[in-house]
């Protein structure tokens, strides 16, 4: 009887543990193939408007995304990336997906909120979710290159 009882209680406890370490287990998520781009010049005053919202969005979503990047135009190398991507105003915000390829821009200033939207609707697109309905995003202007 006590054979019984003590294969009862060791099965009991290795169902727990089990149960316990199937719960401990980490979820890994994979990142959206998603490259985020914002071409900037440090003396735009817009782009200085935005540096709040950026890096708002950069906790938010480089964990999210496989490429967050920031360029910044008034380098020759940042300059040379700008017009490879025909960039005339800063800030600009591309999106890429994993071949390269262009899948949205917001060219000017914008609201967090309408970046958040245009961060979302990007990862939308490349992870194959309905992202509804190209709305405009709105900006409030920027400066030329």
Do not use: W
Request: glycine share 8%; hydrophobic share 40%; aromatic share 8%.
């Amino acid at each position: 009887m006590r054979r019984f009882v003590t294969v009862v209680v060791a099965l009991g406890l290795i169902a727990t543990l089990g149960v316990g370490l199937a719960g401990c287990e980490e979820k890994v998520e994979e990142k959206a193939p998603l490259h985020f781009i914002q071409f900037y010049d440090p003396e735009c005053p817009f782009c200085q408007a935005m540096e709040p919202t950026v890096a708002d969005l950069r906790e938010e979503y480089e964990p999210r995304i496989e490429k967050f990047e920031i360029i910044d135009v008034s380098t020759s190398e940042g300059l040379a990336k700008a017009e490879e991507f025909g960039v005339f105003i800063t800030p600009t915000f591309v999106l890429l997906d994993a071949d390269g390829e262009e899948i949205d821009r917001v060219a000017g200033a914008a609201s967090k909120e309408n970046m958040i939207k245009f961060m979302d609707r990007g990862i939308d697109d490349v992870t194959g979710e309905d992202a509804g309905p190209r709305e405009e995003i709105p900006t409030e202007g920027g400066t030329e290159q």
